[in-house]
């Protein structure tokens, strides 16, 4: 008896640590995310009309006519300060192509759209000083917290007009 109550408890044990093991670091929001929407996936950035995946840690942009998904941000967008920006946390969408309603989005959100005051999760990275060169590294690997940049391009599925 007493080997079949040890063996359940082995048993439970094993199964309690394997539940917990699997939602570590599943879809955590970037510091620069705001506070209090720990459930949301997508952020939509109006001044640099992209999105962020939270769950895929991605950024969605339209490039030459197609939706791109990738880890790190665009070039061009290196500088932009997302500490600073405003994010739109999208609440009201569930699956894969926040884009879809894309002509929804920029026209509720222009660029420069303040909403509700926003706290970050964490704070700003404070400028470093190379001590080779006198090159100056923001701290930060562009916002996302991830560093490579894996990219998966996906077709422009957004509802007819092809804008973006």
């Not at 990738?70 to 405003?86: I, K, L, Q, T, W």
Request: charged residues 25%; without cysteine.
């Amino acid at each position: 008896m007493k080997k079949l109550v040890f063996a359940i408890a082995i048993f439970m044990s094993a199964l309690a640590h394997s539940q917990v093991s699997v939602n570590v670091n599943i879809g955590t929001p970037p510091n620069w995310g705001p506070v209090g929407y720990d459930d949301s996936r997508y952020y939509y950035l109006p001044d640099i009309d992209i999105y962020y995946d939270v769950t895929e840690s991605q950024y969605i942009y339209f490039n030459n006519g197609v939706w791109v998904r990738e880890r790190r941000v665009p070039a061009r967008y290196r500088n932009y300060d997302f500490y600073s920006g405003y994010k739109v946390v999208l609440n009201d969408y569930r699956g894969s192509k926040p884009y879809s309603y894309h002509s929804k989005h920029r026209a509720a959100y222009p660029k420069g759209y303040v909403g509700k005051p926003q706290k970050n999760r964490g704070p700003k990275p404070e400028k470093n000083y190379k001590s080779q060169g006198n090159q100056k590294s923001n701290g930060h690997d562009n916002g996302n917290g991830k560093g490579k940049g894996n990219s998966k391009n996906e077709q422009n599925h957004s509802h007819g007009n092809g804008k973006h």
